[in-house]
């Protein structure tokens, strides 16, 4: 709900606090440091500032059909200094090392959500920009935007009515940071004995800590879950971590998601729209929820033969390993990628923890800088600024040819405790050409010290890509810029650049990076690692399939006779693998209750745009012609247009959906 009337993918800062240094051009702004005990009269402090500012806005003279431009530049400074003070709360909720920071943050959320509500259900505000007339382009889509986003928060409702809204959007806000804090704060660890830990390398043994029975202590981050889940040999040890693993949010979390649900249903009856899917996807590509479940209908009906397929072939294989007979052999949910990760060794010569040896981590950044500058025309020039942890780096991005700084880019790259789990971008500013304004984002993973394994460097890239979008942006107005595109477009930048991590022309480099030396990646390993990455394509598409339906599920017409586990259970158990008996997976699956609710298949719907823009690319991913054509066609232009134009002016063409269903059933050519 945050994401549908605030603009949380952009976190700004406001003049106040912000460290400025002086550049040739422009001005570099780097994150105010704050501690847990000033942040709450800092918070209060800008909420003041910015509502001076909105009740000044009010008195703005404005004749009917008045032009938009200037009415529309005022309110994207509003709104930019409203980002500026409302964007690091929200990373610091989800980065900062102190919990009492984080916490905070969180009570400031709710008020900024709060006050968000407030100035978009302010009918004044929403008049006054009515009144106006666009005269191009740009200023007609901005307007329509800000139009909406009024809409959409109620501001035409009756007053019984939108009170009811600003309540929801208040509870949902609250609930959402229960959810996410009782999986993020969960400080459990699981107790494993050395003989459990067999089958796991010696460096990941090493960074464990023990306890007094001299037994191994593992916790819920992905640099110690998926090893496990991958090299473990004990099976049972195997079934007690994925257990654990999908309750770590606790069964708080499925009361909470239950709340969410029914108050979104709720929400969208106060419009009149017959759900939730309703209501949230007519601003999207895909408009409306029946052209999004035939969609996810027509996946389904291509992979699930291919997830059956693949758990029979690994069923044989464990048989075969293990001399047992075939009608007594299962592939369990807990086992799948360990037997997988068994195959692909066997099948492929492909040890994902050898692989590591090929991508350090360092080697990695240096390769990926590399390559993006070759491929769009920048630098990355490292900053010594102050952040919120000492490990985080801090870089310029610069023109090449006109030396322009252009943004900024933080690095936050290794797990610690109280982190946010994942791998993520947050816009840190929107940009603005209007202002000089310039975008940063914060690039936040969970990444091994030591090297990447090839699904790690893919989601590095991937994870790249977004911070691209964000800095490479330059729009007229900071609303517009960068990832501020349709949720259901959002990805496409990101899933496309994931082919820069799997082609030779681009991975053979990664060792010119490295020091002290690494293993070069040659086209033995490149065709092996492009046979692991086909490997198991019906069971990921099916389990990308299985997320989106279920979330359709829970934010459909029927939403309030939903039983959020209930449901996963039915559907999970009439997939191939099926379901685990006690495991709680709705209440860990963050998405739904971070942005994506109702929007889950946009990853795939993303990634249909992304493979066909790549074909633009051809035999050749590092040509730069086709690289700044895509910058100044997709990435510079934020959502100043809508998506599938955009993608229509870098294709030359209408899009097509030939090449993802391509993709998964393994008939791509390259």
């Known amino acids: 709900m945050k994401n549908k009337t605030l603009k949380m993918t952009t976190l700004c800062m406001l003049a106040i606090g912000i460290n400025q240094y002086a550049s040739a051009e422009t001005t570099r702004s780097t994150l105010p440091l704050l501690k847990a005990k000033q942040l709450p009269t800092w918070c ?34 509003i709104f930019a200094h409203f980002e500026d003070f409302s964007g690091p709360i929200s990373l ?45 382009p740009v200023d007609k889509k901005y307007r329509q935007d800000i139009l909406s986003q009024f809409e959409d928060t109620g501001v035409q409702l009756e007053p019984t009515k939108r009170a009811r809204m600003k309540a929801i959007l208040d509870e949902l806000t609250k609930l959402e940071q229960e959810y996410g804090r009782n999986v993020r704060d969960n400080p459990e660890k699981l107790e494993f004995t050395p003989e459990e830990m067999k089958g796991l390398p010696g460096s990941y043994i090493s960074a464990l800590k023990k306890n007094a029975k001299g037994n191994y202590l593992v916790g819920f981050e992905y640099p110690e879950y998926r090893p496990f889940m991958e090299l ?16 770590r949010g606790t069964e708080q979390n499925l009361k909470l998601l239950k709340q969410a649900i029914d108050l979104r249903y709720e929400l969208a009856q106060l419009f009149g729209k017959a759900s939730y899917a309703d209501w949230v996807l007519k601003d999207r590509m895909a408009k409306t929820p029946d052209a999004v479940n ?21 069923r044989a294989f464990k048989a075969q390993t293990l001399k047992t007979p075939l009608d007594k052999t299962e592939i369990t949910r807990w086992s799948e990628a360990y037997w997988s990760e068994k195959l692909r060794k066997s099948k492929y010569q492909i040890d994902q923890e050898k692989l590591r040896d090929y991508f350090p981590t360092l080697a990695a950044q240096k390769w990926l800088f590399a390559i993006s500058s070759d491929l769009y025309g920048i630098d990355f020039k490292p900053v010594k600024v102050k952040a919120w942890q000492d490990e985080v780096e801090y870089y310029d991005v610069v023109d090449k040819k006109t030396g322009k700084l252009l943004g900024g880019l933080y690095m936050d790259k290794f797990p610690r405790e109280g982190k946010y789990g994942h791998a993520a971008v947050w816009g840190v500013y929107g940009g603005s050409t209007l202002t000089n304004r310039l975008s940063v984002s914060a690039l936040v993973t969970n990444f091994n010290r030591k090297g990447l394994n090839s699904d790690e460097l893919e989601t590095f890239v991937h994870e790249f890509g977004h911070a691209l979008h964000g800095i490479l942006s330059n729009t007229r107005y900071a609303s517009q810029s960068g990832t501020s595109v349709e949720r259901d477009f959002v990805e496409a930048p990101s899933q496309m650049y994931e082919e820069w991590a799997r082609r030779k022309e681009t991975l053979s480099k990664v060792a010119d990076y490295c020091d002290p030396a690494c293993p070069r990646v040659d ?16 069971l990921r598409y099916a389990r990308q399939t299985l997320y989106a339906q ?17 449901t996963w259970q039915k559907m999970e158990a009439a997939t191939a693998l099926g379901y685990v008996p006690t495991t709680e997976f ?15 298949y946009g990853y795939m719907w993303s990634e249909v745009l992304a493979l066909d823009m790549l074909s633009a ?36 063409r209408e899009p097509d959906n030939k090449a993802f269903f391509n993709e998964i059933t393994g008939q791509r050519v390259k």
Request: with cysteine.
């Open 44 to 77: 209060d402090s800008n909420l003041k500032k910015i509502q001076q500012q909105i009740t000044d806005f009010e008195k703005t003279p404005v004749n009917a059909n008045a032009a938009a431009a200037p009415i529309l530049a005022k309110w994207d400074k």
């Open 92 to 136: 610091y909720s989800n980065v900062d090392p102190d919990a009492k920071l984080r916490k905070a943050a969180e009570d400031c959320e709710i008020k900024i959500n709060q006050f968000h509500t407030d100035m978009f259900q302010n009918p004044k505000l929403y008049n006054l920009i009515k009144n106006t007339q666009a005269m191009d």
């Open 232 to 247: 473990a040999d004990n099976d049972d040890a195997r079934k007690r971590y994925q257990i654990a693993f999908t309750r």
């Open 294 to 314: 035939q969609f996810l209908a027509d996946v389904q009906k291509t992979v699930a033969p291919l997830e059956r397929k693949e758990v029979e072939e690994l």
């Open 523 to 538: 086209d033995e390993l490149i065709a092996r690692l492009k046979a692991v990455h086909n490997y198991g394509r019906g």
């Open 550 to 566: 279920y979330d359709m599920a829970l934010h459909s017409a029927d939403a309030l006779k939903v039983k959020p586990l209930e």
């Open 586 to 600: 709705p209440g860990q699956f963050g998405h739904l209750m971070g942005g994506y609710q109702a929007g889950y």
């Open 617 to 652: 690319y051809g035999d050749n991913l590092n040509n730069p012609q086709v690289g700044q054509r895509y910058r100044q066609t997709i990435l510079s232009q934020g959502s100043q247009k809508p998506a599938a134009e955009l993608v229509k002016d870098f294709l030359g």
